[in-house]
């Protein structure tokens, strides 16, 4: 491929410094008050916000199997423009990600779509089914060097095999992924139980069913001495648990959704099932916890748990409806909306919860860097000014059940640069024939 | 706003109204009155007394609400629905003498009659107005007219008594032209 | 009112205007008169995708008695239970004219995503939606005490009515205990702490673990409909300790005031909730609530059918 030679100018690296910056070869080149190069093309960014390239840990891309709902190409397209440089592929597809073929060819569609990374998680046990454990390191030595393995949409409830799980990955420095939902205490969960819950009368998803797996696996992983990662925490309750794992040295790091961030469960009263999700929404004491959580580092990262539903799916009744929403577009927004415009994260806070802590806590080493000289150019370029009206219409998700349809949120991903080349130019993501 | 009917007019009609109901009626024997709510009811009610002082009789006297039988509901709003409460002597081979405050379109009248017929087979059904305002839109007279008014479609006519309204009274408002 | 879709749907005089209106053609039924040519010319569908025969002859019987015209469109060979969409088959009845649906859905919420997402233009009746509610039942309740117990008072102030046993699962429960707090009741749930949802504190309604307690102190109870599985759902560990603390027999009913009544909804698990000369006494007016259950309907399909459409901002 041509690599263009690109000079970003005028903008203020993670918010504050302002400086030019080079990006030429797949790497940044030199950042500096002032760089003119008549060889690049020159990007005028002035006054935006210079972040690195965004990486999610959580993304449903629905390829293999669910290809009428999303693909890999749609997904890393909805990425692009979210400003991400990096998804992971949860192994939940069909057939499941759970053997070194399935990750390969996650992985390849991923390189052909040449939009973003995509890193496929490989399931913890096969089929998803919380058994048998899957080929763990058969997927780690494969080209695509799985090291996130998750049964999302599903618990790993049997302790022995969590237990298992957890001292296997070990062997190459990976971590486990959980969906933390205890199965019998969820049987027909439909939303969060409390007073909502009880006067709709829907099926009610206590916390404590999340709560109650957090704490078991933090003193798994504590006795194992292994990495548990707690994928899309929900629950004050959650955080206290995590809080206290981390104050004893346990290794275990945390994400929240955007959605987790904002909305609450009683948005359920429209029973539009729009607003359904796993987990569900919580209360608005629950989401203050989570952002402040967020803002101290109890919570690590943010990650979308992107997920594309096809309409039928949507269009009816809330308890046949299937659960998710997608968020790869709106990510960014809805944390400028609820961390920073509330004054909880800086321009430098975003940078690390959503795109150098995912990356770390991944072990995807190109990704998630300071922006330095050297570095590999994963870059977003984000005008916090602008405000921008979400509508499902205009998605480059193949699905369009997002809950933020008609909502106006602040700050606007007008650029984003993956591998030194341009993805997004002027908030337009650019066919893979332009790059 | 004029006033058409004083208090003194009011009890004037329904007095002489009685009378003439009596005569074609050779006496209050086989007489049942049935006022449409809410004022007709009303004047049901003041006709039976009045009757009662001449012939020395209790006159059976009811009411008939006409609400579920109406060909406008659908113009308006629901309305609500009124009593409906018929003497216990019933209405089969009465001569029923149908009472109400304003004839007009002559369709609220239709519908007592279509009402009347689910409750059984009177032998002579007669109509009293307190005040007959023209602009008939069905082939419908009164028996007993209080006071023949001559209004434009523009207009409203307001019957006020004082068992709801603090006031024997009839109005015109509006301009005639 | 377009819809009846909750109880949240109705402020206090609605909902006497509906009590009111079901006085007046209940004196019109008891009459000779059984046909009122009130609604002649519309097109109500039944659309029961959950069976319950008694609700579903109930509005049947209601439409009829206003000369509505009436299309049942039951679960049973229906398109509903082949996986036909709620959407699907709303657009079919908007194809057909239907001026109102009365529908019957497991699903709650069902009625409301039906009125919400447009899919029809015609009014949305809820004759019971899943675990959520069922209005029509709790107006037909409130009918069913006013005439008993309000001396003639408009609504139900001052009187304390019990609502006793699965109210976890019970749409009945949910719109009674909405409906007769709105007409100023004191309403108290009965029942063992699994079959009361989380949250239900926040209700108008005080618990009470302790049905012998209550029983002297109501004017009415209203029994609820347990089902036998909710045993193997480790709600409570068999029937007969069910019935022992939380059935109502002849002994307990013994210890009710004088002018109490029972209730039930239907279908009743004689022997379990209710025994069988509970069933059958004097007190209970179980066998009244579904006669009252034919005028109450009336009044709902009159107050949302029978007027023209309404202007913007009334009601």
């Known amino acids: 491929m041509q690599a263009t030679r690109y000079v970003l100018k005028g903008g203020k690296i993670l918010g504050n410094i302002q400086s030019d910056i080079l990006i030429a070869n797949g790497v940044i080149e030199n950042i500096a008050p002032t760089i003119n190069d008549d060889s690049a093309v020159t990007v005028n960014v002035t006054g935006n916000v210079i972040l690195p390239g965004l990486v999610d840990l959580h993304t449903h891309l629905r390829e293999p199997g669910r290809e009428d709902s999303e693909t890999v190409l749609s997904a890393s397209k909805a990425g692009a423009k979210g400003g991400f440089t990096a998804l992971s592929a949860m192994a939940n597809t069909s057939p499941v990600a759970d053997t070194a073929g399935v990750v390969e060819q996650v992985f390849r569609l991923g390189q052909e779509a040449g939009l973003v990374d995509v890193f496929p998680i490989g399931a913890v046990t096969h089929g998803l089914k919380g058994e048998q454990l899957s080929e763990i390191g058969a997927m780690a030595d494969s080209l695509a060097r799985v090291r996130v393995f998750s049964d999302d949409g599903n618990c790993v409830f049997d302790p022995l095999v969590m237990r298992r799980a957890l001292e296997y990955i070990k062997k190459f420095d990976g971590v486990i992924a959980q969906h933390a939902q205890e199965p019998r205490l969820t049987v027909g969960a439909q939303m969060n139980e409390g007073s909502i819950s009880a006067t709709l009368g829907l099926k009610g998803w206590p916390a404590i069913a999340e709560e109650a797996i957090i704490a078991r696996d933090v003193l798994l992983a504590d006795h194992v001495k292994s990495r548990l990662h707690i994928c899309h925490v929900t629950t004050a309750g959650g955080v206290e648990i995590i809080r206290w794992a981390k104050a004893r040295g346990i290794q275990v790091s945390a994400e929240v959704t955007p959605h987790h961030l904002l909305l609450t469960d009683d948005l359920a009263t429209t029973y539009d099932p729009i607003f359904k999700v796993n987990p569900p929404l919580r209360t608005t004491a629950d989401v203050m916890a989570l952002r402040e959580a967020l803002a101290d580092g109890t919570i690590d990262i943010v990650a979308t748990d992107h997920a594309p539903h096809s309409s039928e799916t949507k269009d009816c009744e809330w308890q046949e409806a299937s659960f998710g929403m997608i968020g790869l577009e709106t990510a960014l927004s809805i944390v400028v909306k609820t961390m920073v415009e509330t004054g909880l994260l800086d321009w430098a806070g975003v940078a690390d919860r959503m795109s150098i802590a995912p990356a770390r806590i991944g072990r995807y080493t190109q990704q998630g860097r300071n922006l330095l000289v050297g570095s590999a150019a994963h870059v977003t370029v984000i005008d916090p000014t602008k405000n921008w009206t979400v509508d499902r219409d205009l998605v480059l998700s193949k699905s369009r059940n997002t809950p933020y349809h008609g909502y106006e949120l602040p700050g606007l991903v007008t650029h984003t640069f993956f591998g030194g080349h341009a993805t997004v130019i002027d908030s337009q993501v650019l066919d893979k024939a332009a790059l | 706003m004029s006033v058409a009917l004083s208090a003194e007019d009011i009890s004037r009609a329904l007095t002489r109204i009685s009378h003439e109901i009596l005569e074609r009626n050779h006496g209050s024997a086989e007489i049942t009155l049935l006022g449409i709510p809410t004022r007709g009811a009303h004047l049901a009610a003041r006709i039976a007394t009045i009757m009662t002082g001449i012939e020395g009789r209790e006159i059976p006297y009811g009411t008939l609400d006409i609400t579920l039988y109406r060909d406008d509901l659908r113009l308006r709003p629901p309305r609500t629905i009124m009593p409906t409460s018929i003497p216990s002597i019933g209405i089969a081979g009465r001569d029923v003498i149908l009472i109400d405050d304003v004839l007009y379109s002559g369709r609220t009248i239709r519908a007592a009659l279509d009402a009347l017929g689910e409750v059984g087979r009177p032998r002579t059904v007669q109509l009293a107005v307190l005040v007959d305002r023209g602009h008939r839109e069905l082939p419908i007279r009164a028996d007993y007219v209080g006071k023949n008014l001559p209004t434009s479609p523009r207009q409203s006519v307001k019957v006020q008594l004082t068992e709801i309204d603090s006031i024997d009274e009839v109005v015109i408002e509006g301009e005639a032209n | ?315």
């Open chain 3, 1 to 315: 009112m377009r819809h009846l879709l909750s109880i949240t749907d109705l402020t206090a005089a609605d909902a006497i205007g509906i009590l009111n209106t079901a006085t007046e053609l209940a004196r019109i039924n008891e009459g000779q008169v059984k046909k009122l040519p009130t609604l002649r010319g519309r097109t109500i569908v039944n659309l029961f995708a959950e069976d319950s025969t008694r609700t579903r002859i109930s509005f049947e019987a209601a439409a009829k008695r206003l000369s509505a015209d009436v299309i049942n469109f039951s679960a049973k060979g229906s398109s509903l239970s082949k996986g036909e969409s709620l959407k699907d088959t709303a657009q079919t009845l908007q194809a057909m004219g239907a001026d109102a649906v009365v529908i019957r859905h497991s699903a709650s919420g069902a009625a409301q995503r039906l009125a919400d997402l447009e899919w029809m233009s015609g009014s949305v009746i809820n004759a019971g939606d899943g675990t959520h509610e069922h209005p029509s039942q709790a107006l037909l309740d409130a009918f069913t005490i006013r005439k008993h117990l309000s001396k003639g008072a408009n609504d139900l102030a001052g009187l304390r009515i019990a609502i006793v046993g699965d109210v976890l699962h019970s749409r009945v429960a949910r719109s009674n205990v909405l409906l007769l707090s709105l007409l100023g009741a004191d309403v108290v749930l009965v029942a063992p702490p699994t079959l009361l949802p989380v949250g239900v504190e926040t209700w108008p309604a005080s618990v009470s673990y302790d049905f012998d307690a209550v029983i002297p102190n109501v004017d009415a109870i209203m029994m609820l409909r347990v089902q036998q599985e909710r045993m193997t759902d480790l709600f409570f560990p068999n029937a007969r300790e069910y019935s022992r603390y939380f059935g109502l027999n002849s002994e307990r009913m013994s210890a009710m005031a004088t002018h109490a009544i029972v209730m039930h909804p239907g279908p009743m698990n004689r022997g379990l909730e209710i025994s069988a000369d509970v069933a059958d006494s004097a007190r209970s007016v179980i066998v009244e609530q579904v006669t009252n259950g034919v005028n109450i309907r009336m009044a709902i399909l009159y107050v949302l059918l029978a007027g023209g459409p309404l202007e913007v901002g009334s009601n």
